[in-house]
């Protein structure tokens, strides 16, 4: 398990970029959040970009179209899901690439994403596969992407510590009586993936909606990337011992679907507020601030560019209001 070695109050992205040029979408990453950034993707230049076509790009058995949606036109193989390595080449991943070209000679940690197994293995289900079938392939088909997105990584920025997460929006559907996996499968998959990433980099879980997030965490992120809303405090309990046991938490203090104003004291005051009430329920004050990073809540392809990068500057303006009142709270309780 790598250590995390990142600055109290480090602000990050979650990925996806409104950029339809690479080179603008990367430097704005690489500026924007600096002590983290964030490698890009890019749906609006491609949709092949998006998340369920980088995850399902190159399987055996599937097309991607040009609208980003994949397409079951033969049999999915999860002994091989690729029919060999599966490789960060073609549309699918020209913001990655382009981004890990731009950390050649970075020295401080990196940001990477890849599309989780059970919301590839939904994706999947929806184009027309059998349900035992798409889980098995997705199963298989991450770990064998994140091994050569994390070793790609690794050869050509190899000074570069890698925090890499595992994108599943669709634990948000986790407890619903429709789902098509048994809760201990779904979390299975995720540990699996977990799993995968853990040779390489720091692990990160993502999930930018409300789930049972006392679930998420027994899957056994080093990081765990939530939004913060009204049901975070009810999950006190597990985020204690998360903290306890040294793990992170990236908090989704800016959001992504409605209006965010022009500075960041509104969102401060909420971030405080329930930082208080976790406080109130357990948590240790101290951990809460020297163990966060702070992200906007989800992607911000939907944005245009100059409303991402007022997301992010609001972002890292939370991020060094965080370290201030870390240190604040150090000497106040004579750490």
């Known amino acids: 398990m790598k250590a995390i070695n990142l600055r109290v ?18 430097a704005v990453a690489m500026a924007a959040c600096a002590d983290l950034p ?7 230049r491609d ?30 193989d999860p002994a091989d899901p690729f029919g060999g390595e599966p490789t960060i080449e073609g549309p699918a991943f020209a913001g990655l690439r382009a981004f890990l070209e731009a ?15 059970v919301t590839l293995g939904l994706a999947l289900i929806e184009a027309g596969a059998d349900p035992d079938l798409a889980f098995a392939t997705a199963r298989a088909a991450v770990a064998a992407r994140a091994r050569t997105m994390l070793s790609t990584a690794l050869r050509i920025a190899p000074l570069a510590p890698q925090v890499a997460f595992v994108d599943e929006p669709s634990l948000v559907a ?15 998959l995720v540990s699996s993936a977990l799993a995968a990433v853990e040779p390489f980099a720091v692990t990160g879980l993502h999930c930018c909606g409300d789930t049972d997030w006392r679930l998420a965490l027994a899957t056994g992120p080093q990081i765990v990337s939530l939004p913060i809303g009204p049901t975070i405090s009810d999950h006190a309990g597990s985020l204690g011992v998360h903290l306890d046991r040294g793990g992170w938490v990236a908090w989704g203090a800016v959001p992504t679907s409605r209006p965010v104003g022009d500075s960041s004291d509104r969102l401060w005051r909420a971030l405080s507020d329930m930082w208080c009430d ?6 240790d004050a ?9 992200t906007p809540e989800c992607g911000l392809a939907m944005h245009d560019p100059v409303q991402a990068e007022h997301i992010l500057a609001l972002t890292v303006d939370l991020a060094e209001r965080v370290r201030r009142q870390s240190f604040g709270v150090r000497l106040s309780v004579g750490a």
């Open 278 to 283: 976790l406080v109130q329920r357990g948590c």
């Open 174 to 188: 986790l407890s619903r009586p429709d789902f098509p996996l048994a809760t201990d499968d779904a979390l299975d």
């Open 38 to 44: 964030a490698a890009p993707s890019l749906p609006a």
């Open 47 to 76: 949709p092949r970009e998006g998340m369920v076509a980088q995850g399902a790009w190159g399987l055996r058995g599937v097309d991607i179209g040009t609208d980003g949606a994949p397409c079951i036109v033969g049999d999915l």
């Open 286 to 294: 101290l951990r809460l601030r020297e163990q966060a990073l702070v």
């Open 103 to 117: 950390s050649r000679h970075r020295t401080a940690a990196i940001k990477l994403q890849l599309t989780g197994p």
């Open 9 to 26: 109050g480090t602000a990050s992205a979650i990925g996806s970029m409104p950029h339809r040029q690479v080179d603008a979408a990367v």
